[in-house]
Nanobody, 120 residues
Framework: QVQLVESGGGLVQPGGSLRLSCAAS????????MSWYRQVPGKERELVAT????????NYADSVKGRFTISRDNAKNTVYLQMNSLRPEDTAVYYC?????????????WGQGTQVTVSS
């Protein structure tokens, strides 16, 4: 059974930091690109950051560059999102995503999400 379980969300003041974790199970984690998305009610889900399967390539949304860092530990089947200098506009539900494509097949999994609220 595939599972992506996010943790680490919460309430933080502007300028503060949080680290999100996503623990994966039920699939070959090291073969999947991992991403973090976020969504605000009434808006489309937004890609925040992506890291390739071996960690060799990383991309960020312009809105988080220089503030957020994505990383992964393939030995622990876990992906992280370190979020620094948080702003009220970072408030959203953050989702973990796993994606692979090969042999004509696309496999994609989502976590349930974790709420991040940035407010004084």
């Amino acid at each position: 059974q595939v599972q992506l379980v996010e943790s680490g969300g919460g309430l933080v003041q502007p300028g503060g930091s949080l680290r999100l974790s996503c623990a994966a199970s039920g699939f070959t984690f090291s073969s999947y690109a991992m991403s973090w998305y976020r969504q605000v009610p009434g808006k489309e889900r937004e890609l925040v950051a992506t890291i390739t399967s071996a960690g060799g390539r990383i991309n960020y949304a312009d809105s988080v560059k220089g503030r957020f860092t994505i990383s992964r530990d393939n030995a622990k089947n876990t992906v992280y999102l370190q979020m620094n200098s948080l702003r009220p506009e970072d408030t959203a539900v953050y989702y973990c995503n796993a994606f692979s494509m090969g042999d004509g097949r696309i496999n994609e999994y989502w976590g349930q999400g974790t709420q991040v609220t940035v407010s004084s």
